[in-house]
């Protein structure tokens, strides 16, 4: 029953989602005047009906009422149908030459706003299922995986809750537990209706993208995955992206860069900008550039201040930054906190040194510690933003960054730079709202 109902109720979500945006997207077109005619009164359910059963059809196929996705596989699950049915919805009205009586205007609106409000409603509508129990799903961990208290029954939009073993509707199951131990177990819990899950061993690979072949005569599947920044045409399509933000967001950040540069002036006078050498793709150096957030006697400072505070040297050599550094500025420290200090790197990405996200750009001191990784990190571009930004940057040591940058490369796509892209301007809010 419970299936049933959260079904029902994420169906009916949408489809009110789906009449609010049509709606949003009637009246902006009245009131639009770049167009001269006005468009006829609608009824959302008769005129531009044809939206409902294709949308939500195509939502059905992409399993998001009956399988559990974590948020952003989600919104890219709504993404990919939403487009989808515009093309086809489009296609359709061209076929059967009625496109000239709908408004190609409010049928493009109407899945541009529901691509950002369904994401925010189902987050919403999961969280109060979550809440009066009927999205909580029982469920059992088998073997041990220290990741999975923080990230799976954590995680309400997830909905798994750890329960007894005669309660558990789904099993979670670790590959360390053993090929025979694994098959005794599945074949034990299949018996029971149960469903299950299992937990990788090999935890650097993403196996959301990979390609599975099935060999029927062996009874066996191979699991495909690639290096999808190693093939020529996605290292294309991720410098068009770059350029494309980049002179998109350039405006903006000039303003912000002349407001910042100000305040920098006023604070510690000038220099404003600082740059530092970096190792760029193919181990070629770059210059980095940034705002300056340190004091101009800032080595003097240091040496003093190390020697006073010992302890500091065995912070650095852990996260190769200090705790706290005498050598930043007031202004420093705001823009530090705010990854603000970062904006003039726009710069290197239209030199072509940098991407918008990528790997964090090392210093050429430090490619003895990044080890035997070295080489496929420096096979991409350095990134304003990456992985690290978003996961805890301070916090985070440095062998864990160079883990998640080998991560980043190895299981690259369009929608994940997307994510970091969104969670990069939360974690910048999010730190200026602490300030």
């Keep these: 029953m419970k299936k049933i109902f959260n079904f029902s109720i994420l169906f009916l979500m949408d489809v009110v989602t789906l009449m609010i945006a049509i709606y949003i997207a009637y009246i902006l077109r009245q009131h639009c005047v770049c167009f001269e005619n006005d468009v006829p009164e609608i009824t959302l359910f008769s005129v531009y009906g044809l939206t409902y059963p294709i949308v939500l059809s195509s939502l059905i196929i992409s399993g998001v009422y009956t399988k559990r996705y974590d948020f952003w596989q989600d919104t890219y699950h709504v993404i990919r149908s939403s487009i989808l049915s515009t093309i086809i919805i489009l296609a359709m009205l061209a076929i059967m030459q009625e496109a000239k009586q709908y408004s190609r205007f409010i049928l493009i609106v109407t899945l541009m706003l529901f691509i950002f409000l369904a994401p925010l409603q189902k987050y919403l509508t999961k969280q109060f299922l979550f809440k009066i129990g009927s ?49 005794e177990i599945i074949y034990d819990a299949l018996i029971e209706k149960q469903e299950v899950i299992f937990i990788p061993l090999v935890k ?72 530092q050498k970096r190792i760029g793709r193919h181990a070629s150096e770059f210059y980095c550039f940034k705002f300056r957030t340190m004091k101009m006697d800032a080595d003097e400072l240091l040496k003093h201040y190390l020697e006073a505070h010992p302890e500091e040297k065995a912070y650095y050599n852990i996260y190769h930054k200090y705790q706290n550094d005498p050598r930043v500025t007031k202004i420093g420290k705001f823009l530090r906190k705010t990854s603000l200090d970062e904006l003039p790197q726009i710069l290197n990405v239209l030199k072509g040194e940098m991407s918008l996200i990528g790997p964090r750009p090392y210093m050429p001191s430090e490619k ?24 805890g940057r301070n916090e985070i040591d440095f062998k864990s960054r160079i883990d998640m ?27 200026r709202g602490a300030i």
């Design 368 to 391: 003895v510690k990044i080890g035997q990784n070295i080489d496929l990190i420096l096979a991409v571009k350095p990134g304003i933003t990456g992985l690290w930004q978003v996961s």
């Design 405 to 431: 940058d080998v991560w980043y490369v190895r299981n690259w796509n369009i929608w994940r730079d997307i994510v970091i892209l969104i969670k990069t301007v939360q974690v910048v809010l999010a730190r």
């Design 135 to 183: 999205w909580k799903l029982p469920s059992q961990l088998l073997g041990e995986d220290l990741f999975f208290q923080e990230h799976v029954y954590s995680n309400r939009y997830l909905g798994y809750v750890a329960c007894k073993t005669n309660k558990a509707q789904t099993l979670f199951v670790s590959s360390s537990l053993g090929s025979e131990r694994l098959e």
């Design 204 to 275: 650097n690979f993403d196996f959301s993208d990979a390609r599975i072949i099935h060999l029927y005569n062996a009874r066996t599947n191979l699991i495909v995955v690639e290096n999808n920044l190693m093939d020529k045409v996605n290292l294309s399509i991720k410098w068009i992206v770059d350029y494309t933000f980049a002179l998109i967001l350039l405006p903006f950040m000039l303003i912000a860069i002349g407001i910042i540069s100000i305040a920098i002036k006023l604070d510690d006078g000038s220099p404003i900008f600082f740059s």
